[in-house]
């Protein structure tokens, strides 16, 4: 699949940038004719917004999964013309957002997302003002576009982890007082934790909740969403969950009700922005074995 990316990735490169996020979600949008895709798109909205008229859940799918397209394309193309100038003038940061994430720019803070809106300008934006994020990297399987989506990442002031021993390196990022970004919403496989996601048992990493408990570091709901309005502008907006404190032991209840809040947080800023959020991702995958059977 490289030549083929290779070359989607060079129409948008060449493309003004309006219209090569037009170009990428309209790609994006093919896989609403993936059969599997469009059923685990309909049945997380069905789970998330019940009720919702099946015409209305399927635009707002088909809106989520052209914005998918556009996300790839202002990650890599869009933000990168815009290195060099003063990218803090591209983030309008909701009432008292900005205040709190400066609050706890020496506190090893966690801060964690979802797949929603423009997801990877959140690292941008939390280093535009002091926090000097890092996250782990999972490369994808198509090398060609892991070697962009390392060369896009890389900079702005944030620092990116290896996977193999991952936590290691946020444990020391942390202790040096940086902040850890961690995009939790996807299916976990090795040892994970179920904790409801829209009222269905979902396979959670533990790492987040573990790490702010271990630490004693705050933790923080963050968004980073896009403003339609304004190419290349986003709107950021936290919540703190955890409280800075002494370090506890990452228990299996306290990490499970530590996680609880942070995905009712997420959940609340999802419903409200639906268009923005990977509907199509299988977040149910992994069943607890006393599901299993009703997967």
């Not at 202790?175 to 979902?202: C, E, S």
Request: with cysteine; charged share 20%.
């Amino acid at each position: 699949m490289s030549l083929p990316a290779r070359g989607a990735m060079l129409v948008v490169r060449l493309l003004p940038a309006r219209p090569a996020l037009a170009f990428a979600a309209g790609l994006a949008r093919l896989a609403w004719w993936d059969s599997r895709r469009r059923r685990v798109g309909r049945f997380h909205l069905d789970q998330a917004m019940p009720g919702l008229d099946p015409r209305e859940r399927d635009r707002i799918l088909k809106d989520s999964i052209g914005h998918l397209g556009r996300t790839v394309a202002e990650t890599l193309v869009v933000l990168q013309r815009l290195r060099g100038t003063d990218l803090e003038a591209n983030f309008e940061f909701e009432p008292g957002a900005r205040e709190l994430l400066q609050s706890v720019r020496e506190q090893s803070a966690v801060l964690v997302q979802a797949h929603l809106g423009g997801f990877e300008a959140f690292g941008p934006a939390a280093a535009s003002i002091g926090l000097r994020p890092g996250f782990p990297m999972r490369m994808p399987n198509n090398y060609y576009v892991g070697r962009k989506l390392v060369a896009a990442r890389a900079g702005w002031g944030t620092e990116l982890f290896p996977r193999r021993g991952a936590v290691r390196h946020m444990l020391r990022h942390m202790k040096g007082g940086g902040a850890v970004i961690l995009t939790t919403d996807q299916n976990a496989r090795l040892a994970p934790i179920f904790v409801p996601w829209f009222g269905y048992p979902a396979a959670t990493e533990r790492a987040a909740a573990a790490l702010a408990l271990r630490a004693g570091a705050p933790l923080l709901v963050c968004w980073c969403l896009r403003q339609h309005n304004r190419l290349g502008h986003f709107s950021v907006g936290c919540q703190l969950i955890h409280a800075h404190g002494p370090a506890v032991p990452a228990s299996d209840d306290a990490v499970y009700q530590l996680t609880l809040r942070m995905h009712q947080a997420l959940e609340t800023v999802i419903r409200r922005h639906p268009r923005q959020y990977l509907w199509v991702h299988d977040r149910y995958r992994t069943r607890p074995e006393d599901l299993a059977a009703d997967a």
